[in-house]
């Protein structure tokens, strides 16, 4: 399932905007395939340009993202977290993001870990000081509200969608339910006429049979016959024409449905 297809991208990178605003943590929505959704909220240098910006810090910065959940400590000292965007119990993406301190940072076992990513220690740390600084507890409510939120967004995108489709198809319906009224009621005025016909020629037939007297009688019978059919023919004109109406008018209630 391609989360794209139904999702209002403008609206959730606009949410997560505010959230990340409000709360000072970064955020980025991504696909089953890691693919980006949203462009990246309030990331700062020392994650995406240091940390991540170094062959072995991507690659630490990778296996975090792999093997973690939630919200958790990151190979480089801050609190990152990965929520699942689930439709029906199937993931169809996540929000990731965080990327603040806990608590004051130790500059010397930062130093470190730049020494250990080949970074300059003093360029790392000057980064380091530009990352905001929340509590953890502070942190784990922000991320599951963010979590909270943007899966009641994709669901209600989702099942808007469903709507969409399920009113494009009744539309298709009634559009042929339509088309059919209009086949019947061509039919039915043919059927008008044949019963016209039918009545001028039980009409003459009665008035030959009367004419011809004793030797007319099995054309006074067939004239009877053909008047009974014209009759039975009118009736049951009459009862589609009926059916009609009464479908025409359940088609329009429907036209009136789709139309609100």
Avoid at 68 to 94: E, P, R, W
Avoid at 97 to 121: C, H, M, N, S, Y
Wanted: glycine fraction near 6%.
């Amino acid at each position: 399932m391609d989360i794209r297809e139904f999702l209002d991208v403008q609206h959730l990178e606009q949410l997560m905007q505010d959230w990340s605003d409000a709360t000072g943590l970064a955020t980025i929505a991504v696909d089953n395939d890691g693919k980006y959704i949203t462009k990246p909220i309030n990331f700062t240098d020392f994650c995406t340009k240091y940390t991540r910006g170094s062959t072995e810090g991507l690659e630490r910065c990778k296996n975090c993202d792999t093997n973690n959940s939630g919200t958790y400590h990151c190979h480089a000292g801050l609190m990152d977290f990965s929520i699942d965007l689930k439709i029906n119990g199937q993931k169809v993406g996540a929000v990731i993001g965080g990327q603040v301190l806990p608590a004051e940072p130790d500059d010397e076992k930062f130093r470190k870990i730049a020494e250990e990513l080949g970074i300059d220690p003093d360029e790392y740390i000057d980064a380091l000081h530009k990352v905001p600084i929340r509590s953890e507890p502070a942190i784990q409510a922000s991320a599951k509200l963010l979590g909270d939120i943007v899966n009641s967004l994709v669901s209600s995108d989702y099942q808007r969608s469903l709507d969409s489709d399920k009113i494009y198809t009744l539309d298709e319906d009634v559009a042929r339910a339509v088309s059919l009224i209009e086949e019947i009621n061509e039919k039915s005025y043919q059927l008008d006429k044949i019963e016209s016909k039918q009545n001028i020629l039980s009409l003459n037939a009665s008035i030959e049979a009367a004419r011809a007297g004793e030797f007319g009688r099995g054309f006074a019978v067939v004239a009877s016959e053909v008047g009974k059919l014209a009759v039975n023919s009118g009736e049951i004109n009459k009862s589609i024409k009926q059916s009609l109406k009464e479908l025409t008018s359940a088609i329009k209630e429907l036209e009136n449905l789709i139309i609100k």
